[in-house]
């Protein structure tokens, strides 16, 4: 006697281990950034290697899971925290750095990192995301059906300009976006 059993639970894709997941984003973004591609109307031309960044990774895996468990979609988290809220948070801070920008994608119920990737650079505003060439470093979660890609780069001081600072020949201003 054969007996069937069926699920109604939709099949979760999983990786084999969490470095092959990984490995598999770094390698599809990668390989398109180093050819370059269109965005929409807009050509990206190759843009520099994105590397691997915990604690980005750590925040796209708390928003991620946040999603989930309180049932949203948005870069605004319910409690109303920012995309540079969770990022900050998880350790990728901007004090010390000569520059520092952040970026986020988000997606919601693709069953592969192919489709994911597929669908991301299909989307124009996702796309500048992944060919923007500040970007330096990403990290990237997947919780049940969201998915979460958060993106940072940041410039570091050159050494003379490390001895400036420090010698008080050169100081650090910042721009307040409400003042003239």
């Known amino acids: ?15 084999a281990t969490a470095e092959s997941f990984k490995q598999e984003f770094l390698n599809y ?12 109307t807009k050509w990206f031309p190759p843009a520099p290697p994105l590397s691997w960044n ?12 946040d999603m989930n468990d309180k049932s949203y979609f948005s870069h605004t988290s319910k409690d109303g925290r920012s ?3 969770r990022i900050v948070f998880a ?14 994608n988000i997606a919601e119920g693709q069953q592969s990192i192919r489709q994911v990737m597929q ?11 992944l060919m923007n060439p500040a970007f330096r470093e990403i990290g990237i979660a997947q919780y049940n059906d969201y998915w979460v ?32």
């Not at 915990?54 to 899971?65: C, D, E, I, V, Y």
């Not at 993106?151 to 003239?180: H, I, M």
């Open 1 to 15: 006697m054969l007996t069937l059993i069926v699920s109604t639970a939709r099949t979760q894709y999983r990786p």
């Open 29 to 40: 973004i990668n390989t398109t950034r180093a050819r370059g591609c269109n965005c929409g």
């Open 54 to 65: 915990t604690s980005l990774q750590k925040s796209a895996f708390r928003h991620a899971k």
């Open 83 to 85: 995309m540079q809220d």
């Open 91 to 104: 350790g990728y801070i901007f004090n010390g750095y000569k520059s520092f920008i952040i970026g986020e």
């Open 119 to 129: 669908e991301w650079f299909a989307s124009e505003g996702h796309c500048h995301n």
């Open 149 to 180: 890609q958060d993106f940072g780069g940041r410039e570091s001081y050159s050494p003379a300009e490390q001895r400036a600072l420090e010698s008080g020949q050169a100081r650090v201003s910042t721009l307040d976006k409400g003042k003239n």
